[in-house]
């Protein structure tokens, strides 16, 4: 399976597996952008893609700035349809209480490509039972059942 790849500028870096078992591909800013604390900014990749048929890509964040600098993807994981040919970019969020500085081809976010199955929708007047049936937010509790 192919992903084609078309870089907008030289500045550009082609997205790469650091590893030859990672599920993410490294996606890299073209851009010096200052996040100032609490605020988000769209960063720039200059690439344009091509995925392969019934794909999408999804961006993710990089867990090491997330830990070390508090800086994520504000709509995670963000999505990239099959049919898109814009111009990749990341909306990073500084969640930390001092300015985070993007450079140059610093690493910034990782995209994993991930199969699409459409469904057929079909409107109905009741749903299966289940033993979770209506539970939701905080209905399993915060501790193991041991």
Known sequence: MKL???RLTELAITPKYEHSND??????SIEEVEIIAGDSRLIRTGLSIEL??????????????????????????????EGYRGE?????????????????????AQMVITPVIHVEVEE???????????????????????
Not at 23 to 28: E, I, K, T, V
Not at 63 to 69: M, P, R, V, Y
């Open 23 to 28: 599920s993410g591909l490294d996606l890299f």
């Open 4 to 6: 084609k790849i078309k």
């Open 124 to 146: 109905v007047d009741n749903l299966s039972q289940t033993s979770r049936g209506t539970g939701g937010f905080g209905s399993t509790g915060i501790t193991a059942n041991v």
């Open 88 to 108: 990749i970019g990341v909306i990073l969020i500084n969640h930390s209480k001092s300015p985070f500085k993007v450079t140059k081809g610093m690493k910034i």
């Open 52 to 81: 392969p048929e019934s794909t999408e890509a999804q961006i993710r964040p990089r867990s090491g700035l997330a830990l070390k600098n508090q800086i994520t993807v504000l709509n995670t994981p963000g999505t990239i349809d």
